[in-house]
Protein backbone atom coordinates (compact mmCIF):
# COMPACT_ATOMS: atom_id res chain seq x y z
CA UNK A 1 0.00 0.00 0.00
CA UNK A 2 1.56 3.48 -0.83
CA UNK A 3 0.93 6.20 0.85
CA UNK A 4 2.96 9.80 0.83
CA UNK A 5 2.67 12.32 3.84
CA UNK A 6 3.96 16.28 3.32
CA UNK A 7 5.16 18.08 6.67
CA UNK A 8 6.80 21.16 7.25
CA UNK A 9 5.34 24.63 8.81
CA UNK A 10 2.31 26.13 8.20
CA UNK A 11 3.73 29.63 8.38
CA UNK A 12 6.60 31.25 7.14
CA UNK A 13 8.08 34.69 6.95
CA UNK A 14 8.57 36.80 4.03
CA UNK A 15 12.27 35.82 2.58
CA UNK A 16 12.50 33.00 4.62
CA UNK A 17 13.58 29.32 3.66
CA UNK A 18 10.84 26.74 3.55
CA UNK A 19 11.73 23.12 4.24
CA UNK A 20 9.00 20.83 3.38
CA UNK A 21 9.61 16.84 3.78
CA UNK A 22 7.62 14.26 2.37
CA UNK A 23 7.56 10.42 4.18
CA UNK A 24 6.46 7.80 2.25
CA UNK A 25 5.96 4.06 2.06
CA UNK A 26 4.94 1.21 0.15
CA UNK A 27 8.03 1.69 -2.39
CA UNK A 28 11.94 2.41 -2.30
CA UNK A 29 13.58 5.43 -4.24
CA UNK A 30 16.10 2.76 -4.86
CA UNK A 31 13.96 0.62 -6.94
CA UNK A 32 14.19 1.34 -10.75
CA UNK A 33 11.45 3.80 -12.38
CA UNK A 34 10.69 5.34 -8.94
CA UNK A 35 10.66 8.53 -8.40
CA UNK A 36 8.94 11.56 -6.13
CA UNK A 37 7.69 15.20 -7.17
CA UNK A 38 6.40 18.00 -5.73
CA UNK A 39 3.34 19.98 -6.98
CA UNK A 40 1.59 23.15 -5.48
CA UNK A 41 -1.64 24.63 -5.64
CA UNK A 42 -2.31 28.19 -4.35
CA UNK A 43 -5.93 28.45 -2.91
CA UNK A 44 -8.39 28.77 -5.43
CA UNK A 45 -5.74 27.83 -7.71
CA UNK A 46 -4.40 25.42 -10.49
CA UNK A 47 -2.17 23.00 -10.14
CA UNK A 48 2.04 23.65 -10.53
CA UNK A 49 4.70 21.47 -10.95
CA UNK A 50 7.62 22.25 -8.81
CA UNK A 51 10.43 19.43 -9.10
CA UNK A 52 11.40 15.56 -9.41
CA UNK A 53 14.05 13.31 -7.90
CA UNK A 54 14.40 9.97 -9.49
CA UNK A 55 15.83 6.35 -8.43
CA UNK A 56 19.07 7.69 -9.81
CA UNK A 57 19.07 10.70 -7.89
CA UNK A 58 18.42 13.11 -11.12
CA UNK A 59 16.62 15.94 -9.95
CA UNK A 60 14.45 18.48 -12.65
CA UNK A 61 12.65 21.81 -11.95
CA UNK A 62 10.43 24.05 -12.76
CA UNK A 63 12.11 26.36 -15.12
CA UNK A 64 10.33 29.48 -13.82
CA UNK A 65 11.25 28.22 -9.62
CA UNK A 66 15.09 26.40 -9.97
CA UNK A 67 16.65 28.78 -8.80
CA UNK A 68 14.79 28.66 -5.68
CA UNK A 69 14.44 25.17 -4.90
CA UNK A 70 16.71 21.84 -3.80
CA UNK A 71 14.75 18.38 -3.81
CA UNK A 72 17.17 15.59 -2.33
CA UNK A 73 16.57 12.32 -0.66
CA UNK A 74 17.28 10.47 2.32
CA UNK A 75 16.31 6.78 1.10
CA UNK A 76 17.24 4.93 4.14
CA UNK A 77 14.50 7.43 5.53
CA UNK A 78 12.00 6.85 2.84
CA UNK A 79 12.10 10.89 2.21
CA UNK A 80 12.40 13.60 0.01
CA UNK A 81 13.07 16.77 1.21
CA UNK A 82 12.04 20.14 -1.13
CA UNK A 83 13.64 23.19 0.05
CA UNK A 84 12.18 26.82 -1.55
CA UNK A 85 14.00 30.12 -0.85
CA UNK A 86 12.82 33.35 -0.49
CA UNK A 87 9.59 32.77 0.13
CA UNK A 88 7.06 35.76 -0.85
CA UNK A 89 2.74 35.70 0.08
CA UNK A 90 2.78 34.44 -3.34
CA UNK A 91 4.33 31.39 -2.30
CA UNK A 92 1.33 30.48 -0.28
CA UNK A 93 -0.07 27.48 -1.26
CA UNK A 94 -1.05 23.83 -0.33
CA UNK A 95 2.35 21.84 -1.50
CA UNK A 96 1.85 17.62 -2.57
CA UNK A 97 4.54 15.28 -3.07
CA UNK A 98 3.39 12.42 -5.42
CA UNK A 99 5.23 9.16 -6.58
CA UNK A 100 5.54 9.19 -10.47
CA UNK A 101 5.94 5.42 -11.82
CA UNK A 102 8.46 6.05 -14.91
CA UNK A 103 7.00 3.29 -16.63
CA UNK A 104 4.02 4.61 -17.58
CA UNK A 105 5.45 8.59 -16.01
CA UNK A 106 2.43 9.28 -14.21
CA UNK A 107 1.77 10.37 -10.89
CA UNK A 108 -0.39 7.25 -9.26
CA UNK A 109 -0.32 8.27 -5.61
CA UNK A 110 -0.34 11.76 -3.27
CA UNK A 111 0.03 12.95 -0.52
CA UNK A 112 -2.94 14.83 1.24
CA UNK A 113 -1.18 17.99 1.66
CA UNK A 114 0.20 21.02 3.56
CA UNK A 115 -1.09 24.38 3.51
CA UNK A 116 1.98 26.64 3.52
CA UNK A 117 1.16 30.24 4.41
CA UNK A 118 3.46 33.16 3.83
CA UNK A 119 3.27 36.28 5.66
CA UNK A 120 4.89 38.54 7.89
CA UNK B 1 7.58 24.48 -21.17
CA UNK B 2 4.77 23.16 -22.79
CA UNK B 3 1.29 24.93 -22.18
CA UNK B 4 -1.30 22.68 -21.37
CA UNK B 5 -4.68 24.21 -22.65
CA UNK B 6 -8.22 22.96 -20.96
CA UNK B 7 -11.67 24.03 -22.95
CA UNK B 8 -14.50 24.81 -21.01
CA UNK B 9 -12.81 25.96 -17.73
CA UNK B 10 -16.35 25.28 -16.14
CA UNK B 11 -18.86 22.68 -17.15
CA UNK B 12 -22.25 22.53 -15.75
CA UNK B 13 -23.31 19.22 -16.33
CA UNK B 14 -27.23 17.53 -15.86
CA UNK B 15 -26.86 13.98 -13.53
CA UNK B 16 -26.64 10.99 -15.56
CA UNK B 17 -25.61 13.34 -19.28
CA UNK B 18 -22.18 12.98 -20.22
CA UNK B 19 -19.45 15.55 -19.90
CA UNK B 20 -16.57 16.17 -22.29
CA UNK B 21 -13.30 18.05 -21.40
CA UNK B 22 -10.60 19.27 -23.78
CA UNK B 23 -6.81 19.59 -23.52
CA UNK B 24 -4.48 21.27 -25.72
CA UNK B 25 -0.58 21.15 -25.58
CA UNK B 26 1.42 23.84 -27.60
CA UNK B 27 3.45 21.28 -28.94
CA UNK B 28 3.06 17.53 -29.31
CA UNK B 29 2.89 14.80 -26.42
CA UNK B 30 4.55 12.64 -28.36
CA UNK B 31 7.91 11.23 -26.53
CA UNK B 32 10.94 9.85 -28.15
CA UNK B 33 9.84 6.32 -26.88
CA UNK B 34 6.98 6.79 -29.01
CA UNK B 35 4.79 6.95 -26.03
CA UNK B 36 2.25 9.79 -24.51
CA UNK B 37 2.37 10.85 -21.33
CA UNK B 38 -0.65 12.85 -21.21
CA UNK B 39 -2.64 11.99 -17.91
CA UNK B 40 -5.80 13.12 -16.22
CA UNK B 41 -6.40 13.87 -12.38
CA UNK B 42 -9.58 14.34 -10.87
CA UNK B 43 -9.62 16.73 -7.89
CA UNK B 44 -12.85 16.66 -5.40
CA UNK B 45 -13.16 19.40 -3.18
CA UNK B 46 -10.79 19.46 -0.10
CA UNK B 47 -9.26 16.67 -1.66
CA UNK B 48 -5.71 15.77 -3.12
CA UNK B 49 -6.24 14.98 -7.00
CA UNK B 50 -6.51 11.87 -7.91
CA UNK B 51 -4.90 10.06 -10.99
CA UNK B 52 -8.15 8.85 -13.67
CA UNK B 53 -6.47 8.17 -16.70
CA UNK B 54 -2.81 7.89 -17.68
CA UNK B 55 -1.20 7.14 -21.21
CA UNK B 56 -3.89 9.49 -23.40
CA UNK B 57 -6.62 6.49 -22.74
CA UNK B 58 -5.74 4.02 -19.54
CA UNK B 59 -7.99 3.84 -16.81
CA UNK B 60 -5.93 3.48 -13.07
CA UNK B 61 -7.09 1.10 -10.63
CA UNK B 62 -10.13 1.51 -9.51
CA UNK B 63 -11.81 4.36 -11.81
CA UNK B 64 -15.16 3.79 -13.29
CA UNK B 65 -15.13 3.10 -16.75
CA UNK B 66 -17.52 5.74 -17.25
CA UNK B 67 -14.45 7.10 -17.52
CA UNK B 68 -12.49 7.45 -20.65
CA UNK B 69 -9.88 9.03 -22.23
CA UNK B 70 -8.69 9.83 -26.17
CA UNK B 71 -6.65 11.70 -28.50
CA UNK B 72 -3.20 12.00 -29.83
CA UNK B 73 -0.40 14.36 -31.08
CA UNK B 74 -1.46 17.95 -29.15
CA UNK B 75 -5.04 17.39 -28.60
CA UNK B 76 -6.93 15.06 -25.83
CA UNK B 77 -10.44 14.45 -24.32
CA UNK B 78 -11.96 13.09 -21.30
CA UNK B 79 -14.68 11.72 -21.62
CA UNK B 80 -17.76 10.99 -18.75
CA UNK B 81 -20.29 9.05 -20.51
CA UNK B 82 -22.83 9.40 -17.53
CA UNK B 83 -22.18 11.98 -14.83
CA UNK B 84 -22.94 11.21 -11.20
CA UNK B 85 -22.58 13.65 -8.13
CA UNK B 86 -19.14 12.15 -6.72
CA UNK B 87 -17.91 13.69 -10.26
CA UNK B 88 -18.42 17.01 -8.93
CA UNK B 89 -15.03 18.62 -8.63
CA UNK B 90 -12.10 20.16 -10.98
CA UNK B 91 -10.74 18.06 -13.38
CA UNK B 92 -6.49 18.59 -14.53
CA UNK B 93 -4.64 17.36 -17.63
CA UNK B 94 -0.95 16.67 -17.08
CA UNK B 95 1.75 16.29 -19.48
CA UNK B 96 4.88 14.21 -18.09
CA UNK B 97 6.20 13.69 -21.91
CA UNK B 98 9.02 16.80 -21.32
CA UNK B 99 10.30 18.21 -18.39
CA UNK B 100 8.91 20.27 -16.30
CA UNK B 101 5.97 18.77 -16.71
CA UNK B 102 2.74 21.04 -16.68
CA UNK B 103 -0.74 20.94 -15.97
CA UNK B 104 -4.05 22.59 -17.77
CA UNK B 105 -5.95 25.46 -15.80
CA UNK B 106 -8.55 22.94 -14.99
CA UNK B 107 -12.00 22.53 -15.65
CA UNK B 108 -14.57 22.78 -13.06
CA UNK B 109 -17.26 20.39 -13.47
CA UNK B 110 -20.85 21.07 -11.56
CA UNK B 111 -24.46 19.52 -11.44
CA UNK B 112 -27.12 21.88 -13.08
Known amino acids: QVTLRESGPALVKPTQTLTLTCTFS??????????VSWIRQPPGKALEWLAL???????YYSTSLKTRLTISRDTSKNQVVLTMTNMDPVDTATYFC????????????WGQGTLVTVSS | DIVMTQTPLSSPVTLGQPASISCRSS???????????LSWLQQRPGQPPRLLIY???NRFSGVPDRFSGSGAGTDFTLKISRVEAEDVGVYYC?????????FGQGTKLKIK
Open chain 1, 98 to 109: ARIRAVDIVADF
Open chain 1, 26 to 35: GFSLNTSGMS
Open chain 1, 53 to 59: IDWDDDT
Open chain 2, 27 to 37: QSLVHSDANTY
Open chain 2, 55 to 57: KIS
Open chain 2, 94 to 102: MQASQFPYT
